[in-house]
């Protein structure tokens, strides 16, 4: 059974749309994270959430917007997509806040025409 | 400049080389450090977990810290096909900006081949 699994695994759509991404954890941790990771590998923290309450919100566009239904849930909407938004977007979960290592999904892969 | 700095390689061996891979920080409130290994399209795979400055050994892998110079490191004996990667280094602070998310260096790729 994965531990953190991201739907969908590719997601190729037009500039000005808007699309969600969803993330499900069975590891029965509080804290939940989308992270993006860019043409070059690089990973960079967008949000984290913990027991459904925003924790951390990086400088990440309002078109950005982060919901945890419950805390095994954390799904991410975007807006009017740019072709800037391409990239791989991770969602990750932990025990709870804190320094604790992270876990994470297989990505998903975003492609703006 | 960057928080995290990684020598993004490429980094290529012949099977059953010792790898080095490392990384340095400039911010001293990092206290735990962790290193990943990713798989082409996959997720980032925690291989490694230390806090403060000091070695810890698993298998084939060991992790140093020395947090007097900002410096850790990741070395693996007896490399195999298998371990060709991205191994990205990540760290995380006790307190302040930092806390409770994991900064990470860009990744070194590595390839060993046979």
């Known amino acids: 059974d994965t531990a953190v699994s991201q739907t969908p695994k590719y997601l190729v759509t037009q500039m000005g749309n808007d699309k969600s991404i969803k993330c499900e954890q069975n590891l029965g941790h509080d804290t939940m994270y989308w992270y993006k990771q860019d043409s070059k590998k690089f990973l960079k923290i967008m949000f984290s959430?913990?027991?459904?309450?925003?924790?951390i919100n990086e400088t990440v566009p309002n078109r950005f917007s982060p919901k945890s239904p419950d805390k095994a849930h954390l799904n991410l909407h975007i807006n009017s997509l740019e072709l800037g938004d391409s990239a791989v977007y991770f969602c990750a979960s932990s025990p709870f806040i804190g320094n604790q290592p992270q876990h994470f999904g297989d990505g998903t892969r975003l492609s703006i025409l | 400049q960057k928080e995290v700095e990684q020598d993004p390689g490429p980094l290529s061996v012949p099977e059953g080389a010792i790898v080095s891979l490392n990384c340095t920080y400039s911010n001293s409130a990092f206290q735990y450090f962790m290193w990943y290994r990713q798989y082409s399209r996959k997720g980032p795979e925690l291989l490694m977990y230390?806090?403060?400055?000091g070695n810890k050994e698993d298998g084939r892998f060991t992790a140093q810290v020395d947090k007097s110079s900002k410096y850790i490191s990741l070395f693996i004996r007896d490399s195999q096909p298998s371990d060709s990667a991205t191994y990205l280094c990540?760290?995380?602070?006790?307190?302040?900006?930092?806390?409770?998310?994991?900064?990470f260096g860009q990744g070194t790729i590595l390839t060993v081949h046979p």
């Open positions: 959430y913990n027991n459904k309450e925003l924790i």
């Open positions: 990540a760290m995380s602070a006790t307190g302040g900006t930092s806390y409770g998310k994991l900064t």
């Open positions: 230390t806090y403060s400055s």
